[in-house]
Structure formats: C-alpha cells, structure tokens
C-alpha cells in the first residue's frame, strides 16, 4: 500500500492523532499487532484510517459469521480474515491454521478480546505469534495523549508468564477513548 496524505490528514485533523515510531509496523513480514487498549468500535475505524495514512497493509481476525453474504466480500476487502470462533473451535490453533500459508501477514489483534473493562489480557496472541513464528509489535492506541505508537519488534524468551507481564506492563499509563474501561485505568489507582 502507500501512504495516503488524504488518511494522513484525516488522522490529524478528524481524529487528532499523531504517529510515532511508524518505521517499527514495517520490521517484519511476518508479523503480529497487539493493540491496546481496546475500548471502542471507533478504534476499528482508527486502525483504518491509520494503516491507510502510513501505507500499511493490515489484516485482522473476525467471526466467520462475518463473511457471509451481503457483507462479507467488505471485510475480506478491509484485510479481514475468517476463523470459527465457537467454543468448540480453538481460537489459536484455527487462526494459526488460517494464516499459514501467508508470505507476508500483518495481523492485527487486541488483547483485551473485548471494550469492557478487564484486568487480564488473553493471550492468544502469544501463542499466535509462537505457533506462527511471527514478530510482535506493541501498538499503544493512546486516546489521552492522541497518539499511536508502535514498539520494535518484542522479542520472545523461553519464558511466556515473564513475556506476556512485559507486554501487559508496556500498556500501563495508556488511556483509550473511554478511559474508565482501559485495561490500565484501574491499575494505576
């Protein structure tokens, strides 16, 4: 994709948003979003617009509920890719599954798995990113700051428990668009 000064003005002028750091979104191939926190369907839109004014060809994960007619042709367009998310379908391993055969995949999932508050991220995108051999990148969607930010690539340990604290430690301080539902918004009380 390239860059698009139109997106980029809309960031800016709509949203208020700057980028920092948007050279780390194009470190890998092969690559995993961990995107945080997660308190509105207005950062879907966000991360549109975001991927349209830096040139960043982004895929997600939704329902395959999804993708069925009339809609789902838009989300297949939009980078959208279809997994079972039932109960008796294992997220990791049906996401794993759909993407393997990608040369290049920029996944893009927020760990908190819902807009509500919550103290704990899932970490299905840990053993995403393990199972998948793909890089992390943190993205920090800070609505108080009005700023994206994307980390270097996160290196993975032997160590997952110690791993996935650093990477919910890296989030603290970031407030989203409702900030009483952000995962860090009652850890700094």
Do not use: C
């Amino acid at each position: 994709m390239k860059k698009s000064p139109f997106f980029t003005f809309i960031l800016k002028l709509y949203f208020g948003f700057k980028v920092t750091r948007p050279e780390n979104a194009f470190a890998s191939n092969r690559k995993i979003f961990v995107v945080a926190p997660h308190t509105t369907n207005w950062d879907f839109l966000l991360g549109i617009f975001l991927r349209a004014a830096i040139g960043l060809k982004v895929q997600f994960i939704a329902k395959h509920t999804l993708f069925k007619p009339p809609f789902g042709f838009f989300f297949r367009w939009l980078g959208g890719i279809s997994v079972n998310r039932s109960k008796s379908s294992n997220f990791v391993d049906s996401t794993v599954e759909a993407i393997k055969n990608y040369d290049y995949i920029s996944l893009s999932l927020a760990p908190e798995g819902t807009r509500k508050y919550t103290d704990e991220f899932k970490t299905g995108f840990y053993w995403i990113a393990q199972k998948a051999n793909l890089d992390i990148i943190l993205v920090k969607f800070d609505w108080g700051k009005r700023e994206v930010d994307f980390s270097p690539i996160f290196h993975r340990t032997d160590n997952a428990e110690n791993d996935i604290k650093a990477i919910k430690d890296y989030f603290i301080g970031t407030l989203g668009k409702i900030p009483e539902n952000s995962y860090t918004s009652k850890v700094n009380l």
